[in-house]
């Protein structure tokens, strides 16, 4: 018996292709300092904090960076004057990715996962309204994105025994902390720096932004369940449908996925 490898696996080519992504990135952001002419905005005070005058612009002398600073500009910005919160991020999104990777190695998201099919039963519907907005906050409270990743795969097998397809599993999970992210609450990453940017009280008119999370969550949720009724009706209109066969045979060798079996047989779902 194979046992599945945890969380989600990055190939030796994605990684390759995430590399030379960046670089060209790099490449085209230091060409376009030797480009777009250099200029500035003066700021003034008003109201007790800095702000920028839309009428002060004015072109400077374009800075001659040398070609190895293109290289060098993601190592040098650690002590730039926004070093620290760059390597506050830094440590938060390792910390958090550790995290989720501790959890789903040592089986707690897993048996975390059975006990909720078993604890809903027959409420399907009412658990994916619920693992989406789970992770919905994740990204609008606490800016989680790439560290759910470990997760992707078990939203994906729990989608299947509940007889969906693997769409579902990602509408769920990744889609729903990203449309999180998007729609940002308290998100440190968007909401905080960007007012720390722009001179705001540290993450104020909440209110206006936790009215669009409700909106945009009601829109996905009445998407999901929609489209995941239908697979209920018909699984063969699945877009992902044949691809999907061959993977829940591969998952069916899997222990850890024995309970959410068991589970769903007893729940009659």
Not at 64 to 75: C, D, S
Not at 135 to 160: N, R
Not at 177 to 189: E, H, L, M, R, Y
Not at 211 to 238: C, H, M, N, Q, W
Request: charged residues 15%; proline residues 5%; contains cysteine.
């Amino acid at each position: 018996m194979v046992e599945q490898k945890s969380g989600a696996q990055i190939s030796v080519k994605a990684f390759i292709q995430a590399v030379v992504v960046l670089f060209i990135l790099m490449m085209v952001a230091g060409i376009l300092t030797r480009v777009i002419p250099a200029g500035q905005y003066a700021r003034i005070t008003d109201n007790g904090r800095q702000v920028i005058d839309p009428n002060s612009f004015t072109f400077i002398q374009q800075p001659n960076y040398p070609i190895w600073r293109w290289f060098t500009a993601p190592v040098e910005v650690l002590w730039s004057a926004d070093g620290a919160t760059v390597i506050a991020i830094i440590l938060f999104i390792l910390l958090v990715g550790s995290a989720f990777a501790v959890m789903d190695k040592s089986g707690i998201l897993k048996a975390v996962i059975s006990r909720l099919v078993h604890a809903f039963g027959g409420k399907k519907y009412t658990l994916l309204l619920i693992i989406m907005l789970f992770f919905m906050c994740l990204g609008a409270f606490f800016g989680i994105f790439e560290e759910t990743i470990p997760l992707v795969p078990i939203m994906i097998a729990l989608s299947y025994y509940l007889g969906w397809d693997s769409l579902v599993g990602l509408g769920m999970s990744i889609l729903a902390v990203n449309v999180g992210f998007s729609t940002a609450i308290f998100n440190p990453f968007t909401i905080g720096v960007a007012q720390k940017l722009a001179g705001l009280p540290l993450f104020s008119g909440a209110w206006p932004r936790a009215v669009l999370f409700v909106v945009v969550y009601g829109i996905l949720a009445t998407f999901l369940t929609l489209y995941a009724r239908k697979i209920d009706r018909k699984p063969e209109a699945s877009p992902v449908y044949k691809e999907d066969q061959a993977e829940r045979a591969n998952m069916a060798h899997t222990r850890w996925m024995t309970p959410l079996r068991r589970t769903r047989a007893c729940s009659g779902q």
